[in-house]
């Protein structure tokens, strides 16, 4: 019987917080990953992590004041005090661990400037600080002895009485399906950036969690807050970091311009992303972009800075579009990169669901309401990992395991999986269910919006979600089946895209990342509330839910 | 053409047939040779495991006396070129680093300008002699036999060092050569793998289970003979071949024969000219097959 | 471009399972990568085509196969690069670990390995309140080496893991080297002499036999080869001077210094011990036979020219007082 106190959902930098903090607790702990951890998106962050360090004369209330206005002050300010609080300790606590982050002329840890911040407190290793941090939390992983499922996938909850008590799952190797028990589930699955196309994620990040979740009866929160980037490269949509323009790096029109003048006079091309996204999509709308493109360029920072501190972006520029940043320009474009919304949580991690909680990308407390900050989610993933780990740990410990019926839960899985691998050959395939999705929802539901648009895509969600209950899969073995994989992924990624079709139409301003061209403008009066999805009979419910104000009136943003 | 001829130690050590072999196909093809007396061992990469520093300072060495007589470096054997190659790579790259190598130089009245460009003897034909030329002094091309090309890591990798990039022809160079010499090409897995020198003495059972399996491939692709252009490679593949058999409980017999030795036979020189005899895997069924005498 | 993709498949669910070829032609873009081709197969031709893949940047580590005979990782190849005269490349799993499922590697014994490394910082002394100091020299030094994705190129091309799956391997010894040269890591002058001591063992540093295929194949320049070179030289002057290898490089070291070449002869007794029997009557009938052909190195070794000038060379440069 496999079974364990807690049982954390995805490996990545929240995930692995977890279930170390939760293992320090005392409790027994398993972690449960589709891919190895080391190949978590985590490993795709480039550019830092945010912290306040008081001895540089930083204070948490600066950073927490970027990061409310940063947010266009839908982030819940009680929890942005409890992040930013947190992150000096949080940041020490990961060198200490070994992450091998730059350094100054004194031997401190070192910093760089940052999109939306007032104050250089970016900490970084080069511009891959969440490989580095990643490779150093399993590193810490292996030390704790937390039992892992390596390449297993999980493809239900299981609810007893209305309480989760376990998951199954599919183990990729063997294609067998499992169950495992636990008192606790903390989802740590990231984003859900395939819901777009193209995007800066990985090919994993599908809103697996928030799916699950979602399906279990869990509030997801905020899920019109898509971040588009403003910096991902031509053609594959790969992600070039914040850390170049953070290094000095200038964003150009075709006319060799920098057009972040006319949008934000003061932080230029540090504002704050859904600014610097925007700018750029009305240069490119208006005609100002050479092949849907403007240019980063970096040219005038000089080879040795960008062979310290951007040469992994440097590597990606050459290998995938042919171009060397130290002697040409970027081409580049708006993209979607992160994902605001997620499963409702409060500041320890737990959902509305009993024993159910979340932490990093997945879950939205919220600590970056409308528009995240750069280097924030790095700190997100590891305050709230260990946070949610700690109490997911300490709740277990008045808890026995919820009896239930394992043979057939596992039974049934087995039908339900069975039935997809036997579906005919329809002339649907996977991939261009996925790629339509992709496409209607970089259209419709990009930098800006407007309700035509939106119900457009409305309506291709559902022919798509028809469609969906009959595409077939080729292989029909189970042996490391990664067609299956994607089929059961589609479906979690289609649960998510509805929510966020919903959730847009629903809010009737601009903020954060939500760009509405028919209404425009800020509505604080009527719009200063997080949109709040429900699964219901026909689709998400939508409530409402508060946005909590401790100390930072709402006020215009300018930068 | 002239050149500071650098043969190695190896070349007059444990594998002497080399040595003369290549002197004596040189002056068939008219390349004047210019010893240097003076330099050292190249350090071949044991010397640069307990001091990269110092292994580079000999080598720097070699390369000022080479400019002082304002000729380009031949090598014969893989490793000193990859290891010259790699020494130059990083005083080239960086010179507050050659600076400091030059400081060591300064006391014997030294100093290596950064000019040279260590070259195998193989690359200079593909190169600098040319094949077409080469092919105009063949008189008894080797038709018929099969020849696989064993390469030796240093000739190989890394290829930034060796500058490949500028030289992508460098990456098939020895097969290139064999065509020329008439032979066919046996195309197998190990022609770019090691023959295992490096871990002789430390891991014996490991450098003969690479001995065995690279020339066990090769001679049941059907094989005559393997050509390498590194004699330490030589010494494993050849002097080591009967224990590497013993290892692997099986035949192989497969004769090992140096560059050299190989555009000599094209040439019509003759086999004890050559050194073959001195072979420890025998060499008499290739020569035989050659349809010349031994000499 | 046209393009055939010619991929090395394997299905362990039939009967008498056994690996094939499959070709796939396909249309592509110029700055298509191998991996774009891979993922246009799943996608539209054949879904049943299983590899791992993710992030599609060359950091998540999981796209390392064989393409054309060699590792690397397939979005970073690019398909115009790597094609042949008949616009064909050739696709196989990694090599060395054991094939799941068409370019599916098992990599358990990869996993083991790194895990036998104790691949966690042990800093020994109190831990301070705030960060560590140290140089970003170290930490620049330090990035190089953990810019390691795990993506296993090292371990399929290794010559040594191909016939002694054993040996510690590249990526394990790099991770090794990861935390010797932490000054964190260890003792308060940042040396770890237990992490150097058990490396020396058999299966360890000294089994790498310096054939540079992983320094080539290491898609994100991490030279594990040279990691490894580093650790031997740490481990000489941390005084774990006694393993064969590290005899090798000093008796190696000796025989340049007083005659400016190899002494080949002395070579090996001066490396495993002139007294030591059972190895040197092991290499008894190699020796005869070099003798009988006439291969044995002169018992009297020649100098170069002067020789003396490379003792003095030597001296200077291994002088332990200078800084």
């Known amino acids: ?559 | 053409m002239k050149y500071a001829f650098f043969p190695g130690c190896v070349s007059r050590g444990g594998c002497p047939e080399l040595y003369p072999a290549a002197k004596l196909i040189c002056q068939r093809l008219d390349i004047e040779l210019q010893e240097m007396p003076g330099a050292s061992c190249t350090g071949a990469g044991v010397l640069q495991e307990k001091n990269e520093f110092l292994g580079d300072t000999l080598n720097a060495r070699t390369f000022a006396m080479a400019e002082d007589l304002g000729l380009p470096i031949m090598t014969i054997c893989s490793t000193c070129q990859g290891v010259m190659s790699q020494a130059n790579h990083r005083m080239k790259s960086n010179p507050e680093y050659l600076a400091k190598v030059n400081v060591e130089l300064a006391e014997e009245g030294l100093e290596y300008k950064g000019n040279a460009e260590p070259k195998h003897l193989l690359w200079i034909l593909i190169e600098d002699y040319g094949l077409d030329k080469l092919e105009s002094l063949i008189t008894k091309p080797l038709a018929g036999i099969r020849l696989a090309p064993f390469y030796g890591c240093y000739i190989l990798r890394p290829t930034d060092a060796l500058d490949f990039q500028d030289n992508p022809d460098r990456q098939s160079s020895l097969e290139r050569l064999i065509e020329t010499l008439g032979a066919t090409v046996v195309d197998f897995a190990g022609k770019t793998r090691c023959c295992g020198f490096p871990i002789l003495t430390i891991n014996e059972k490991n450098s003969m289970a690479m001995v065995g399996k690279h020339t066990a491939e090769a001679k049941d692709l059907g094989a005559d003979a393997m050509v390498t252009p590194c004699p330490l490679c030589h010494l494993n593949l050849d002097a080591f071949q009967p224990k590497a058999s013993a290892q692997a409980q099986r035949s192989i017999d497969l004769p090992i024969i140096h560059m050299p030795q190989a555009i000599g036979l094209a040439m019509g020189i003759s086999p004890k000219d050559l050194g073959l005899q001195r072979h420890i895997v025998s060499t008499k069924a290739l020569i035989t097959k050659l349809g010349v005498a031994a000499g | 471009m046209d393009v055939t993709f010619k991929i090395k498949r394997y299905d362990p669910e039939v009967e008498a399972p056994e690996s094939y070829w499959q070709d796939f032609s396909l249309t592509l873009d110029d700055s298509a990568t191998v991996l774009d081709g891979l993922i246009k197969i799943r996608e539209d031709m054949d879904g049943t085509l299983s590899l791992r893949c993710s992030c599609r940047s060359a950091i998540c580590g999981s796209c390392a196969m064989r393409i054309n005979g060699h590792a690397g990782l397939a979005c970073k190849m690019q398909v115009r690069l790597a094609l042949d005269d008949d616009n064909v490349i050739i696709i196989e799993p990694a090599g060395v670990m054991p094939v799941v499922k068409d370019l599916v590697v098992d990599f358990d014994m990869f996993w083991s390995k790194i895990m036998e490394v104790d691949p966690y910082l042990r800093p020994e002394g109190t831990e301070p309140d705030a960060e560590y100091i140290a140089s970003n020299e170290a930490m620049l030094h330090l990035s190089g080496v953990t810019a390691c994705i795990m993506c296993g190129a090292c371990v399929s091309d290794c010559t040594v893991m191909e016939v002694d799956p054993t040996f510690l391997g590249p990526a394990a010894l790099a991770k090794a080297y990861r935390f010797t040269a932490d000054p964190r890591d260890g003792d308060a002058q940042g040396v770890s002499r237990d992490r150097l001591e058990a490396l020396n063992e058999p299966t360890g540093m000294w089994d790498c036999t310096r054939c540079a295929e992983c320094v080539e194949v290491c898609p994100k320049g991490v030279a594990p080869m040279d990691r490894i070179m580093a650790l031997r030289e740490q481990a000489i002057n941390a005084g774990f001077d006694n393993t064969y290898g590290a005899r090798h490089a000093e008796a190696f070291s000796n025989s340049l210094e007083h005659s400016g070449q190899l002494d080949e002869l002395r070579l090996v007794p001066n490396t495993v011990g002139v007294f030591n029997l059972p190895v040197l009557l092991n290499m008894a009938p190699e020796a005869l036979r070099a003798l009988t052909h006439g291969k044995l190195p002169p018992i009297i070794h020649k100098k170069i020219e002067n020789a003396d000038r490379v003792r003095k060379l030597f001296r200077r440069v291994e002088d332990p007082d200078r800084s």
């Open chain 1, 1 to 559: 019987m496999l079974e364990h106190d807690v049982l954390v959902i995805g490996a990545g930098l929240a995930g692995m917080r977890a279930a170390i903090a939760a293992r320090a607790e005392g409790a027994s702990v398993a972690i449960i990953s589709k891919v190895h951890p080391v190949r978590s998106h985590s490993n795709a962050a480039q550019g830092g992590i945010n912290a306040a360090l008081t001895d540089r004369g930083d204070g948490w209330e600066d950073h927490a004041y970027d990061t409310v206005k940063g947010s266009d002050y839908l982030g819940d300010q009680d929890a942005i005090e409890v992040m930013c609080q947190s992150a000096g300790q949080a940041l020490i606590d990961m060198e200490h661990f070994g992450v091998t982050f730059n350094r100054d002329d004194e031997g401190k840890l070192g910093t760089r400037a940052f999109g939306g911040q007032r104050r250089a407190r970016t900490f970084f290793v080069g511009d891959f600080t969440g490989q580095a941090m990643l490779h150093v939390m399993f590193e810490q992983l292996i030390k704790s002895g937390v039992r892992r499922y390596e390449e297993w996938f999980v493809t239900g909850l299981i609810e007893e009485d209305g309480r989760v008590c376990g998951v199954t799952a599919l183990e990729i190797r063997t294609g067998q399906v499992f169950v495992i028990r636990s008192k606790t589930v903390i989802f740590c699955t990231g984003g859900l950036g395939r819901l777009f196309e193209p995007s800066t994620n990985a090919l994993i990040v599908t809103g697996d969690g928030m799916a699950l979740a979602y399906n279990a009866g869990a509030q997801l929160m905020d899920m019109e807050m898509v971040q588009y980037h403003p910096t991902t490269l031509a053609g594959s949509g790969v992600l070039i970091s914040e850390a170049a323009r953070g290094e000095g790096a200038y964003l150009l029109d075709k006319n060799g311009e920098r057009f972040m003048e006319r949008y934000a006079p003061n932080m230029m091309e540090l504002a704050s992303r859904d600014v610097v996204s925007r700018a750029e999509q009305t240069e490119l709308n208006a005609g100002n972009g050479v092949n849907g493109c403007v240019y980063l360029d970096c040219r005038h920072l000089g080879k040795a800075l960008i062979m310290e501190k951007l040469s992994q972006i440097r590597e990606i520029g050459i290998d995938l579009a042919g171009v060397d940043m130290i002697t040409d320009t970027i081409p580049i474009r708006p993209g979607m990169h992160y994902m605001m919304g997620g499963i409702k949580t409060d500041v320890d991690g737990q959902t509305n669901l009993p024993g159910v909680y979340a932490a990093g990308e997945c879950a939205c407390v919220s600590v970056h309401g409308g528009n995240r900050l750069g280097a924030n989610s790095l700190l997100d993933t590891i305050v709230f990992g260990q946070r949610s780990g700690v109490h997911a740990a300490q709740a277990c410990r008045d808890q026995e395991y919820i009896e239930f019926d394992v043979e057939q839960a596992v039974r049934r899985e087995e039908r339900r999986i069975q039935e997809v691998i036997d579906r005919p050959q329809n002339g649907d395939r996977v991939g261009s269910v996925r790629l339509a999705m992709g496409e209607s929802m970089n259209r419709n539901l990009a930098v800006y919006r407007d309700e035509a648009g939106m119900l457009e895509t409305m309506h291709d969600l559902r022919g798509l979600k028809e469609k969906y209950t009959r595409v077939p899969v080729d292989n029909k073995n189970r042996v490391f089946n990664t067609d299956l994989v994607f089929a059961l992924e589609l479906g979690f990624m289609l649960d998510c895209a509805e929510t966020i079709a919903v959730s847009a139409l629903e809010r009737k301003d601009s903020r954060g990342a939500q760009a509405r061209t028919d209404y425009p403008n800020r509505d604080d009066e009527n719009w200063m509330k997080h949109i709040v999805a429900v699964k219901g009979e026909e689709g998400p419910e939508i409530s409402y839910s508060p946005v909590s104000i401790t100390r930072w009136t709402p006020e215009e943003r300018k930068y």
